[in-house]
């Protein structure tokens, strides 16, 4: 039996769905009556939400397992796996690690009842994926940043065959367009001025709406939209396919929808794009971006790029960097290909060595840098409205983001929670710095 935990900490890695998932895993354990802790170190419950999307994550979670079994005042946490690792890796962590509690991403609800029962000493795993959603039990959202995270779809029906994800998460779900909006309404009541709609394809989302109409994305963005109080709202992260009329046109007019698209493409070679299972062509992908820019000309594009699929040869990796140099991305995530157990790509032949794919990672990611510093260097002259989210490093410096997504730093009389207005002054790489109005 181990003794009541009455403090947590909370350790997220990954996606913003697991940082959502996350807040909402200490919201749970503070309606228990527990108290957070800042460090891991000082908290008689650590759980660890882990991410599967790439390798060494399951070799990560043993070693911090390791490395809080080793605490430098002797004190033996309760420790639970939380996310996408546990839903893999189930009770195999559980045995190899000798961790506490088990719990997979459609679960967590569960942490409460699975930390008394690890308490009494009874196995506390559970990484059923059930028909009851964890969303109609967890509690209502009372304290959040200015800028909140609201997943609206989970898991993934398309199977990229590098990909994990249709695996740890799921099958594609939408939450009720009804439970969606009660959230919002919560999170605003709670101090949140932007809302950013989270689902592993969230623009697969559908529902229907108050008056019994189907609707997309889209239809929730609009009803959203008219939420008083909401100042901005943003989602991520979108597949090319499910990019309809509807959410296209919603960029062009809807007021609060930020001009931003996150909308990853992976590569630029139509053959590799095929092996991928991607479904949507480099052309397909373009002429997708032609047609917000036609309503949204301001918009800033995003994506995500995997260098280093198997048997992608040099021209074909020349393919990705053209299509970088003619979208003129203002910010991008781009990674190695990594070999998922169990994903068909796996066990692909022509697997690339660790050599090439660092060195094309590291042209991909020069050719990315290049182009966020252009994007914000255009921006100089700019007045736009910043949303303030924290403080910086300087004194009286607050830091927020632009309608495009870039951080601004300005200083002067403002509160963490306001949208000023700025005069962008200066652009560095990564941030601009600005100038209240
Ligand atoms: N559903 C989104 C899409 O397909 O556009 C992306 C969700 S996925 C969690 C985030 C990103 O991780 C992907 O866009 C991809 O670039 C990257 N990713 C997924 N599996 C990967 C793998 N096996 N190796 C390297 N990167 C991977
Ligand atoms: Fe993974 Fe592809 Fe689904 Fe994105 S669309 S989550 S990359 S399988």
Request: aromatic share 10%; charged share 15%.
């Given at each position: 039996m181990t003794s009541t935990p009455r403090t947590y900490h909370v350790k997220s890695f990954g996606c913003q769905m697991n940082v959502y998932d996350g807040e909402r895993m200490a919201e749970l354990m503070a309606g228990e009556g527990m108290v957070a802790t800042d460090r891991a170190d000082d908290a008689d419950l650590v759980i660890l939400n882990t991410c599967h999307i790439r390798e060494k994550a399951t070799e990560k979670v043993y070693s911090d397992v390791g490395r809080l079994r080793k605490r430098e005042d002797g004190t033996q946490p309760m420790i639970a796996v939380a996310g996408c690792v546990a839903q893999a890796e189930g009770a195999e962590i559980a045995r190899r690690a000798k961790v506490d509690v088990v719990v997979g991403p459609q679960a967590y609800h569960r942490l409460p009842e699975l930390v008394r029962a690890a308490q009494a000493g009874q196995l506390a795993l559970d990484t059923d994926m059930p028909v009851t959603s964890k969303f109609d039990v967890l509690p209502t959202r009372r304290k959040v940043a200015p800028s909140a995270f609201l997943t609206v779809q989970e898991g993934c029906d398309?199977?990229?065959?590098?990909?994990?994800v249709p695996y740890t998460r799921g099958a594609e779900v939408s939450r009720p367009f009804a439970a969606i909006m009660d959230e919002a309404r919560a999170l605003v009541d709670a101090g949140a001025k932007e809302i950013t709609l989270l689902g592993q394809n969230v623009n697969a989302w559908t529902g229907e709406d108050g008056k019994g109409r189907a609707v997309g994305l889209d239809g929730l963005i609009r009803a959203l939209d008219a939420?008083?109080?909401?100042a901005r709202i943003r989602y991520t992260t979108s597949h090319p396919n499910d990019m309809t009329d509807g959410l296209i046109a919603a960029h062009g007019d809807?007021?609060?929808?930020?001009?931003f698209l996150h909308l990853p493409?992976?590569?630029?070679?139509d053959r590799v794009l095929k092996a991928m299972n991607r479904s949507h062509s480099r052309d397909s992908y373009l002429r997708l971006l032609d047609r917000v820019r036609a309503v949204r000309p301001d918009v800033a594009l995003s994506g995500d790029f995997i260098v280093g699929f198997p048997g992608e040869s040099e021209a074909e990796f020349a393919d990705t960097l053209s299509i970088v140099d003619s979208v003129g991305y203002a910010q991008a995530f781009s990674f190695k290909y990594s070999p998922r157990p169990g994903t068909p790509a796996a066990t692909m032949e022509d697997q690339i060595v660790a050599n090439v794919m660092d060195e094309r990672l590291q042209r991909l990611q020069t050719a990315l840098a290049r182009d966020q510093f252009a994007f914000n260097r255009a921006s100089v002259g700019r007045r736009c409205a910043v949303l303030l989210e924290r403080s910086g490093k300087l004194p009286g410096q607050l830091l927020g983001k632009s309608p495009w997504l870039q951080s601004v730093h300005v200083i002067g009389d403002a509160a963490i929670g306001d949208v000023v207005m700025v005069d962008l002054v200066d652009a560095g790489p990564v941030s601009l710095k600005g100038a209240l109005v």
């Open positions: 398309k199977f990229c065959t590098y990909c994990v939420l008083p109080g909401l809807v007021e609060k929808l930020m001009p493409v992976q590569a630029g070679n």
